[in-house]
């Protein structure tokens, strides 16, 4: 999915698409509201090309961590003097604690299994420091998905032009996009297609993996994304 192709054109997307900073500011008063305090340490999983930790840091010490080696070498060159590792979220072992852990834009959806969803919180739920905080941003619960929407963006920056373009559809509890996209650069023009697959977990299945793991998580849905919300978990007791 992360290629080194999807990878150059990824900021491109989700900076026209997102306001990092108001999101990461969703983060920060998540973490405070349920008990963390600013100046605290910080982990992001599946923090793609760092841009969440660019606005973090600011009130966090941050560390980020992600699947994608293309993915992690963008978020490396941007911000050189953090600490972010290469690593799949079902099972790593920073062998340290974080005061605050949170993981962005789905990222957790594309865990095909249920098996996986439970690792990945039992492994964020391993790293978290007592009194911690945990915030997830989930793929649309499986009872809120309609299906069939069309994704299509243009950008136009500099000397780029990007289109994408893609009809999302659904198999059994998997919500899938062939995402196509149109690059006009300096070196011509060129077409690629990024495949999306994410799981439609339900509710109660991310509920029981917080349960799992140990935490208490609810689903706040006058947060974050409208059609997704997010969950934050301490703590059980």
């Not at 969703?26 to 999983?45: K, P």
């Not at 978020?75 to 604690?97: N, S, V, W, Y």
């Not at 911690?132 to 793929?139: A, I, K, N, S």
């Not at 373009?165 to 059994?172: I, R």
Request: hydrophobic letters at 40%.
């Amino acid at each position: 999915m992360y290629d080194a192709q999807f990878a150059a054109v990824y900021d491109h997307i989700y900076r026209t698409l997102n306001d990092y900073s108001e999101l990461a500011q969703m983060v920060v008063d998540l973490a405070v509201e349920h008990g963390a305090n600013t100046g605290g340490s910080l982990l992001d999983v599946g923090c793609g090309t760092g841009e969440h930790l660019r606005y973090l840091r600011k009130d966090f010490d941050v560390v980020g961590i992600d699947l994608s080696q293309p993915m992690v070498d963008l978020a490396r060159e941007k911000q050189p003097d953090l600490e972010i590792h290469q690593g799949d979220m079902c099972d790593f072992d920073l062998g340290r604690t974080f005061d605050v852990i949170c993981s962005m834009f789905s990222s957790i959806g594309y865990l095909s299994t249920v098996e996986q969803l439970n690792d990945a919180v039992a492994s964020m739920a391993r790293h978290l420091a007592p009194g911690g905080v945990l915030v997830v941003e989930p793929w649309v619960v499986r009872e809120r998905w309609t299906g069939g929407q069309l994704a299509h963006l243009t950008v136009e920056r500099d000397d780029l032009v990007l289109q994408r373009m893609g009809q999302w559809h659904t198999e059994g509890p998997i919500s899938k996009v062939d995402m196509h996209y149109l690059l006009s650069g300096p070196d011509g023009v060129r077409h690629f297609v990024n495949e999306q697959r994410l799981r439609l977990y339900s509710l109660d299945e991310y509920q029981e993996a917080f349960r799992l793991a140990g935490l208490n998580g609810r689903l706040l849905l006058d947060r974050g994304k409208a059609d997704r919300g997010v969950f934050v978990a301490t703590r059980e007791g």
